[in-house]
């Protein structure tokens, strides 16, 4: 069982609980872009987000740059739990982290994932090749405007955003210097989540390369942060998986 702690989210306790989701942000976001999942997701689907360093209770901690190093602090924290169904759900940042995981997992665990959802996500081979986090200050302010994601009265806020731009900062470099091992595919299913408004199908299919069986894509509309605007579609896709 998971204990509601600083590190774990509980969205949704699920009493007929056949599956635990643990879901993972995008960058500079938290496990709170999960909170509207919980009056549709069910009683099925124990829904975990995980709270990862650097952001709303745990502003004050570090946050991780270096993906092995968080993936393993996760990997303990789970461990224990493993033996009950679980699958991932990463959201563009979270997609990569996802991803990561369940090599772990695979290497290390005799469990394995149901499924892993990789979302609004390019292939770690094409970030690597973005340098986001080495932009300057009032660089990396403009950048995330252009997103339309957050609230304007915040990042024209120099006193806000000084507080925010480190984790925005780190979980860039946690992807951006992410290099995904060479070798063995994944055996886990692979489901991709993408808005071709955001990503071309070619480029959001190019994670097969990491995966041994073929990946079921499925489409939204609504742009890179089509979470907000399809939460209800992605819980309906979840939940069919699940029932699969």
């Known amino acids: 069982m998971i204990s509601r702690s600083k590190c774990f989210k509980i969205i949704n306790r699920a009493a007929h609980k056949k599956l635990r989701l643990y879901c993972l942000p995008y960058a500079g976001g938290n496990a709170s872009i999960y909170a509207s999942f919980k009056d549709q997701i069910g009683d099925e689907i124990e829904l975990v987000a995980i709270q990862l360093p650097g952001r709303s209770e745990r ?14 602090t996760i990997y303990r924290q789970i461990a224990s739990t493993l033996h009950e169904p679980f699958a991932f ?7 990569v982290i996802a991803y990561a995981l369940t090599r772990k997992i695979e290497m290390y665990s005799r469990y394995r994932p149901e499924f892993t959802i990789i979302s609004a996500t390019k292939p770690v081979e094409l970030l690597i090749q973005n340098k986001k986090h080495m932009l300057d200050d009032d660089a990396l302010i403009d950048m995330l405007k252009t ?3 957050s609230p304007e009265a915040v990042l024209e806020s120099r006193e806000l955003m000084d507080l925010l731009l480190p984790t925005i900062r780190a979980d860039y470099q946690l992807i951006e210097t992410y290099k995904a091992p060479e070798g063995r595919r994944l055996e886990t299913p692979l489901i991709l989540f993408n808005s071709e408004e955001d990503m071309s199908k070619e480029t959001i299919c190019a994670w097969q390369k990491y995966f041994k069986y073929d990946a079921k894509y499925i489409t939204f509309e609504g742009g890179h942060f089509f979470i907000h605007t399809q939460g209800d579609k992605m819980i309906e896709e979840i939940k069919g998986l699940v029932a699969s």
């Open 147 to 149: 997103y339309k994601a």
């Open 59 to 72: 502003m004050f901690e570090e946050a991780f740059t270096d993906m092995d190093a968080l993936v393993e």
């Open 89 to 95: 759900c990463g959201y563009s940042m979270g997609g």
